[in-house]
């Protein structure tokens, strides 16, 4: 069965770092993009970071940049999210996808076939 699963959430204090990781058990990960999401409670989801099969192309949210890192390693078929300088509005359900995606499509969670069951980040100020 496909499927990825998230770690690495937790309580944090403002100012201060997370690491999520993302295994895959999907079959050709490396062929995939994979995106990072989030949801907070009444609100949308919403794209935070993804980077293509090679990560060559990374691209971020604006409330992300500067602070947030995507990054994948294909021979563990796993993927991180390295995230500093944390603030309250980071608050969330962090979810992994990974999907056939193109430079194009890499903020559409639309375009992603696989998602994790999400990890939770909580910011306190």
């Known amino acids: 069965q496909e499927r990825l699963v998230e770690s690495g959430g937790g309580l944090v204090q403002a100012g201060g770092s997370l690491r999520l990781s993302c295994v895959a058990s999907?079959?050709?990960?490396?062929?995939?993009?994979i995106g990072w999401f989030r949801q907070a409670p009444g609100k949308e989801r919403e794209f935070v970071a993804a980077l293509t099969a090679r990560a060559n192309t990374q691209v971020y949210a604006d409330s992300v940049k500067g602070r947030f890192t995507a990054s994948r390693d294909n021979a563990k078929n796993t993927a991180y999210l390295q995230m500093n300088e944390l603030k309250p509005e980071d608050t969330a359900a962090y979810y992994c996808a990974a999907g056939a995606v193109t430079t194009s499509t890499l903020r559409s969670y639309r375009y992603y076939q696989h998602w994790g069951r999400g990890t939770q980040v909580t910011v306190s100020s």
């Open positions: 999907v079959h050709a990960f490396s062929l995939y993009g």
